[in-house]
């Protein structure tokens, strides 16, 4: 990796990672002559060869070829991360973070094109930890939560992008998507809701069934067969569980539990359906 001395002349040298560079650099200018001379890496070669395949990876994307552009793009991280660690011009330092960005945002919207969603959200969770009000970051994570049918992040992403003034969108249509995620996410809560009241009641059945069960030791009787064909033939649930009642001696609320359990496995085609049977 090409170093260069820093000139005693130059305050703006630090390191990516720690402060012991640019300490040993003050003692050095203080004349503490025990510390060694600063070695400052020269990023400007390394920002060549990334932007290199930066432009060669754009090629690529323009052509639809999507995963060669990830390589070349993830090739270009790869030459940037030799600079980790290393002490820098400050000016060095931001313009390679800079181009970390666009590296990571590029691969983001490359993600967002074949349809990989969570790596899509991945690399723009990597352009935001540098660059938190990243629009074109933001976007694209936002669409890929959407696709994933996480609602409530992709709403948190569109209204942090609205404010942000909406990555080249309308204001207009800014708002228009934060209120269409916004309804998306109320519809898809309601569903949610739903779904978990009628495991629910579900829950509740199968306990109430179980009781009725072994109250009435119907273990190693024919009951759950016997009372499908009634179902199946009555078409009536009421009727059913009156035949339920009177063949295993239950109350009426009893028999119809135990009835609608046994129909609810029908419906769910648990309990597979039997045959009509006029002599049942």
């Known amino acids: 990796v ?15 990672a720690s402060s012991d560079a640019a300490a040993t650099y003050e003692k050095a200018e203080e004349g503490d002559n025990s510390s060694e001379k600063v070695q400052v890496l020269d990023g ?6 990334a932007t290199e395949l930066k432009e060669r990876a754009n090629m690529l ?15 270009g991280l790869d030459v940037l991360d030799r600079c980790k660690n290393q002490p820098m011009l400050r000016e060095e330092l931001e313009e390679v973070k800079s181009l970390k960005v666009v590296l990571h945002c590029n691969i983001s919207q490359c993600m967002l094109d074949t349809q990989l969603y969570r790596r899509a959200i991945a690399a ?17 994570r936002s669409k ?15 209204l942090a992008l609205k404010k942000l003034g909406g990555a080249g969108l309308k204001a207009s249509d800014a708002e228009a998507r934060c209120e269409k995620l916004l309804l998306t996410m109320q519809e898809e809560n309601i569903k949610v809701n739903k779904v978990a009241k009628d495991n629910e009641d579900l829950f509740k059945m199968k306990e109430r069934f ?8 119907l273990e190693d009787t ?20 009156g035949k339920v009642a009177k063949k295993w001696g ?20 648990v309990i597979p359906t039997p045959k009509e049977d006029p002599s049942v």
């Open 2 to 16: 090409p170093m260069m001395p820093e000139s005693q002349n130059t305050p703006n040298v630090v390191d990516s």
């Open 44 to 49: 400007l070669p390394l920002m060549k060869e």
């Open 61 to 75: 994307f323009k052509q639809r070829k999507y995963n060669e552009a990830v390589k070349r793009y993830e090739e």
């Open 124 to 140: 723009a969770t990597e352009c935001l930890k540098l660059d938190e009000e990243n629009v074109k970051a933001l976007h694209r």
């Open 144 to 158: 890929a939560f959407e696709a994933l049918k996480e609602y409530q992040d992709a709403l948190k992403d569109a």
């Open 210 to 217: 179980e009781v009725i069960f072994d109250k009435y030791n």
């Open 222 to 241: 024919d009951a759950a067969p016997q009372v499908a064909k009634w179902l199946i033939a009555d078409k009536d649930l009421d009727t059913t569980a």
């Open 250 to 269: 239950m109350t009426g609320k009893e028999a119809k539990q135990f009835a609608a359990w046994i129909q609810k496995g029908l419906d769910m085609k």
